[in-house]
C-alpha cells in the first residue's frame, strides 16, 4: 500500500527530528555527558578542590530551588555549605562531611541541611543524603 503524499513531509521531519536526538546523544557520550532521566531531579553544586575552602564554582536550578538561595548567593561558598546548617543539623553530620572532603574517595553523608527562609518556627528542614564524587584531575564533585 503507498503511503499518500500529504503524510510524506511529516514522516521526513520525524525521522530527521529522530535523526538529530540521535546524533546529540552521541556527541553528549564522546564528550562524557551521559543523558539520564533521572539526573534532571538532580540537586546538585560543583566544588574546586584545588582552591583552600573548595569553593562552590557551579549549582544548578534544582539546588537553587531545594534551598532557596539564588546562585548568586552561593558562588564562592565552601562547599561544606555552612550556611544551609540550621537548628537540626549535627555536629556528627558535620565532621562526615569534612571528612569526606579530607579523603578521596566517593562517600554518601545523611545531614540535615534548612532552606534560607528557615526559622525555628516553620518546618522547612529536610534530611538530604549528600554525595561526594572525584573526577580523575582530582577536583572535586558534589
Not at 514522516?11 to 533521572?38: F, H, I, M, W, Y
Not at 543539623?89 to 545531614?111: C, D, F, M, N, P
Request: glycine share 4%; charged share 35%.
Amino acid at each position: 500500500m503507498a503511503t499518500p503524499a500529504h503524510a510524506l513531509p511529516d514522516q521526513l521531519e520525524l525521522a530527521q527530528n529522530e535523526s538529530r536526538e540521535k546524533r546529540d546523544r552521541q556527541t553528549d557520550r564522546r564528550r562524557g555527558k551521559e543523558r539520564r532521566p533521572d539526573e534532571a531531579d538532580k540537586k546538585f553544586i560543583i566544588a574546586n578542590a584545588r582552591v583552600q575552602n573548595c569553593a562552590i564554582i557551579y549549582c544548578n536550578d534544582g539546588f537553587c530551588e531545594m534551598t532557596g538561595f539564588s546562585r548568586p548567593d552561593v558562588m564562592q561558598k565552601p562547599c561544606t555549605c555552612d550556611f544551609l546548617h540550621g537548628q537540626f543539623t549535627t555536629r556528627h553530620a558535620v565532621a562526615q562531611v569534612a571528612q569526606a572532603l579530607l579523603g578521596s574517595e566517593e562517600r554518601k553523608v545523611e545531614i540535615t541541611y534548612h532552606r534560607k527562609d528557615d526559622d525555628e518556627a516553620s518546618s522547612h528542614k529536610a534530611r538530604k543524603t549528600m554525595e561526594f564524587h572525584w573526577d580523575a584531575s582530582g577536583d572535586e564533585y558534589i
